[in-house]
């Protein structure tokens, strides 16, 4: 990754602004999130220059539930989130396959102030990741996202958020 390729990447809003499908759900999603304070206070102590990239698209169920809680926190601590395309940058996505093998979206890559790349996170929070690849595999499409939205609903965004710290402190201390 290179630095004029982040900056030439969607801010977070422009990306919003941009949604055409689900367009209602992510700017709710967005408008509604209230991040919790010691997620907050948690944040505040990583150290060093965060940028994070998201590859994304408006499509996709598991980004618009877990994104604009993101950016939530990235506004509020001050780390510079931008969002490119799934399909327009095949070279990121294929060194951040799930599992290895699957182009599963949301990704959010961390990248340090030289632009050195230093963790990832994505597609989903772990435990409903798990279950999808368990016994989520043997519903509709249309029956597992139900539950899927559903879960999103309970958790608020808290997994998402936990797991986004607990990324970025595995990389660089908390102060």
Partial sequence: MNKKRFEDASTFLQFLDSAKEHRDMWHAV????????????????TTGVWNLLALSEDWCGDAVNTLPVIARLAERVGWDLRVLGRDDNPDLMDTHLSEGRSRSIPIVI??????????????????????????????????????????????????????????????????
């Fill in 110 to 175: 961390f990248y340090d102030e030289h632009f050195k790349e230093i963790g990832w996170w994505g597609p989903r929070p772990t435990e409903i990741q798990s279950w999808v690849r368990s016994e989520g595999l043997s519903m509709s499409s249309a029956d597992r996202y139900k539950v899927i939205r559903a879960w999103y609903a309970r958790d608020r965004g808290r997994t998402t958020l936990i797991e986004i710290l607990d990324v970025m402190s595995s990389a660089a201390p908390l102060s």
């Fill in 30 to 45: 967005y408008e509604r999130t209230r991040l919790p304070e010691e997620v907050v206070e948690e944040a505040t102590k």
